[in-house]
């Protein structure tokens, strides 16, 4: 199978996705991938899978690659000879953050109908954004953490009893994130957070709170990973995050009972189907006195998460051949041709 891994994007997350991609390579060991690189102006080039490495994005060198152009049914190199077509089977989104995650790319591969592994447009938009999130999951009977929600405008308060956390609602991997143990920290953490964004929620912090991640797709039936209890500090900060995305070893299932793990399960098909076809996806959980609650959508996870699956490569291969179709729409003009008919009458 050949895959194109799409991966870079105009996003704080830029350097995340980039780790992601290469971690790629010691995971898809039985398919031919094709490194698809999106620059910070948004230019495609075709990235040498036997010569990728960070230093080659950071340096610059990227650019003495071949550039791409996107065009229907695919991605094209240009030459004196005019367009050749890449060869690749489905498109994998790797890009974090802004771009991949927000529906662009989603669009694009729509539009010019190419093939891809990632969330659709409407599923891109909910998950991108954490205030959304809160509202899908609540109109699914899934339970969040309770939350405010603060624009960069608003006065800057919050009824919560301390400690609170605060988030920029569009990103992901930890940026912008503060924990705020009193009233005098707030301003600064409210601070640093619209430096990244125009809009925050302010979540209570609970402290030693069971959290489990679950990941998953469905193809022509669930494939759902093992349900993972993640060993953390306080929080992930973005330098830990980063490390923990190039992960690419299977971790060991959490020691929790049938009920729990079945309750996380149905939360998790809940959230996803049918929003989510068409991409792995990866939810994180709170467990609170045995009530499931949903913390965040991972729609594009770090490395995909394929640390949390036995088979990863082959339900990506499995994936590929389950993709939802567009519908197609037969243009015929019937009705213009009808008022021209009519007016040559008259």
């Known amino acids: 199978m050949n895959i194109a891994i799409l991966f870079g994007g105009s996003s704080y997350e830029h350097e995340i996705s980039i780790v992601s991609a290469i971690t790629m390579k010691k995971v898809l060991k039985k398919s031919t991938l094709t490194y698809i690189f999106v620059d910070a102006n948004r230019e495609f080039w075709l990235i040498d899978t036997d010569k990728i490495n960070s230093k080659l994005f950071s340096s610059g060198e990227y650019k003495k690659s071949k550039s791409l152009t996107l065009k229907k049914g695919g991605f094209f190199t240009e030459g004196m000879f005019g367009s050749k077509k890449l060869d690749f089977d489905v498109v994998l989104n790797l890009i974090h953050g802004r771009d991949g995650e927000d529906g662009k790319i989603a669009s694009l591969m729509e539009f010019f109908s190419i093939p891809y592994i990632s969330p659709r447009l409407e599923a891109s938009a909910l998950s991108y954004n954490k205030l959304y999130t809160k509202f899908l999951a609540r109109s699914l009977g899934v339970r969040t953490v309770d939350y405010e929600h603060l624009s960069k405008n608003d006065e800057r308060k919050t009824t919560m009893p ?26 600064y953490a409210l601070d640093v957070a619209f430096e990244f964004d125009t809009d925050v929620i302010i979540e209570p912090f609970i402290d030693g709170v069971k959290e489990y991640n679950q990941a998953g797709c469905f193809t022509n039936e669930w494939e759902l990973s093992i349900v993972e209890e993640p060993h953390k500090e306080e929080f992930l900060d973005f330098e830990k995050k980063y490390m923990d995305f190039s992960r690419d070893s299977q971790v060991l299932s959490a020691d929790i009972d049938e009920t729990l793990k079945i309750k996380i399960q149905d939360a998790f098909k809940k959230i996803y189907d049918p929003l989510f076809k068409g991409s792995v996806i990866r939810c994180d959980f709170f467990v609170v006195d045995s009530e499931v609650m949903l913390n965040e959508i991972n729609p594009i996870p770090g490395s995909m998460a394929n640390y949390l699956f036995d088979d990863f490569e082959g339900m990506i291969e499995r994936l590929s051949r389950h993709l939802p179709k567009d519908k197609d729409i037969k243009i015929d003009y019937q009705y213009i041709h009808s008022i021209q008919q009519a007016k040559g009458k008259a």
């Open 162 to 187: 301390y400690p609170v956390i605060v988030k920029p609602v569009r990103l992901g991997s930890s940026i912008g994130v503060s924990i705020v143990k009193d009233a005098s920290e707030l301003d």
